[in-house]
Structures are given as C-alpha cells and as structure tokens.
T-cell receptor
Framework: DAGVIQSPRHEVTEMGQEVTLRCKPI?????LFWYRQTMMRGLELLIY????????DSGMPEDRFSAKMPNASFSTLKIQPSEPRDSAVYFC???????????FGPGTRLLVL | SQQGEEDPQALSIQEGENATMNCSYK?????LQWYRQNSGRGLVHLIL?????REKHSGRLRVTLDTSKKSSSLLITASRAADTASYFC???????????FGTGTRLLVSP
C-alpha cells in the first residue's frame, strides 16, 4: 500500500489567500484525522471523520478552517483567508475501525507570509 | 490541550547506550501509544500498551505503564544513530480513536 498521501508537501502563500490541503487515506481505512503541528502548541487534532462523516471538529481553530471528505479516498482541509499564525505542518492520518493505531502522511508544511 | 508531558525534552546519547523517556498524563486511559517522528516526516507508530498491562516489549523497545502514577516510560536499548528522532506518547483520552499527543522527547544518538 502507498500509505497516506498528502499534497502539496510545501505551500507558501500570502496572508489573505485561500489554502487547500489534500489527503488520500489508506484504502480500507474508516477514520481520517487532520492534525496541526507547531513548536508552540505541539501536535493538535483539528477534526476527524468516520466513514466520511465529521465526528469531532472541536479542534478546528476558527471559522476560517473547514474540512470535507466527499468520498472514502479523499479529504481536504481549507483555510480561507489564511493568516501568518496558520503557518505550521499539517498532517493527515488514517486508521481502520477497531484498530487504535493511526498511520500518518508526510505532512504539508505551510508558510503564510 | 496536550494530555501528555514528556521528560526529558531532549536527550543526547552515544550509540550503544540505552535511552529512556517518560510520559505523564492527566486522566484515565484505555491505552497509551508511542510514536516516532523523524525530522521532516510524519509520525510512525511504535508500540501500544493497554491500561491492564504493565510492560510490553517489541524488539529493542520496552514500554512500561503505571496507571496509579499516570505515567509511562519508553526504553530503547542498544541505541543506534538511526534512532535519532522525536518520540511522542499518545493517549486515548478523547475516546476511541481520538488521540491526544504529548510534547515529545528529541533523541539524538551520536555515532
């Protein structure tokens, strides 16, 4: 299996622009997670889906952030408008129902100028 | 907010030495996991220990769990330069499948 795939790997944008991060989970996995990692706050769970349905979005920082999962093989995390404090590494992870282990993608390093 | 606090924040050892890192958490758990993150990469699962287990081994890894003290330790024996990475504990305090990660320990193993 190819593992969790994220794109782009790096993104540099200017404040106010829309940013879309993409994730393809491992085939057959029922859960998909979006995390954000910064030096100050560590690794934070933003939102997670089960069978394409958002289960818990309590970690989404504010309305500028939105996530969708239109099908079992694709999810997006959108930031609109982006701000410099959104600069971080964003990880997508997936797991199977009944298994506690999560498989992480390589991450998207976002820099908002 | 982060559930796990890890200690030490950074650890520097020589190849062949053992590395021990600790994790403390705040609330009751069903299980605790350890993950490794190499620089610029995603996290990789290492080992899971359940709340009714006290010790678990996997290759050169040994994990202990003390639920009365709400703490866990990860021991890497006979360390190698390739073990250089950050190590995170994660607990399921948020419920099934929802993990909360600790602050991490940065391990540097010098040849």
């Amino acid at each position: 299996d190819a593992g969790v795939i994220q794109s782009p790997r790096h993104e540099v944008t200017e404040m106010g622009q829309e940013v879309t991060l993409r994730c393809k989970p491992i085939s057959g996995h029922d859960y998909l997670f979006w995390y954000r990692q910064t030096m100050m706050r560590g690794l934070e769970l933003l939102i997670y889906f089960n069978n394409n349905v958002p289960i818990d979005d309590s970690g989404m920082p504010e309305d500028r952030f939105s996530a969708k999962m239109p099908n079992a093989s694709f999810s997006t995390l959108k930031i609109q408008p982006s701000e410099p404090r959104d600069s971080a590494v964003y990880f997508c992870a997936s797991s199977r129902w009944g298994a506690e282990t999560q498989y992480f993608g390589p991450g998207t390093r976002l820099l908002v100028l | 907010s982060q559930q796990g606090e890890e200690d030490p924040q950074a650890l520097s050892i020589q190849e062949g030495e053992n590395a021990t890192m600790n994790c403390s958490y705040k609330t009751s758990i069903n299980n605790l996991q350890w993950y490794r993150q190499n620089s610029g990469r995603g996290l990789v699962h290492l080992i899971l220990i359940r709340s009714n287990e006290r010790e678990k081994h996997s290759g050169r890894l040994r994990v202990t769990l003390d639920t009365s003290k709400k703490s866990s330790s990860l021991l890497i024996t006979a360390s190698r330069a390739a073990d250089t990475a950050s190590y995170f504990c994660a607990t399921d305090v948020g419920g099934f499948q929802k993990l909360v990660f600790g602050t991490g320990t940065r391990l540097l193993v010098s040849p």
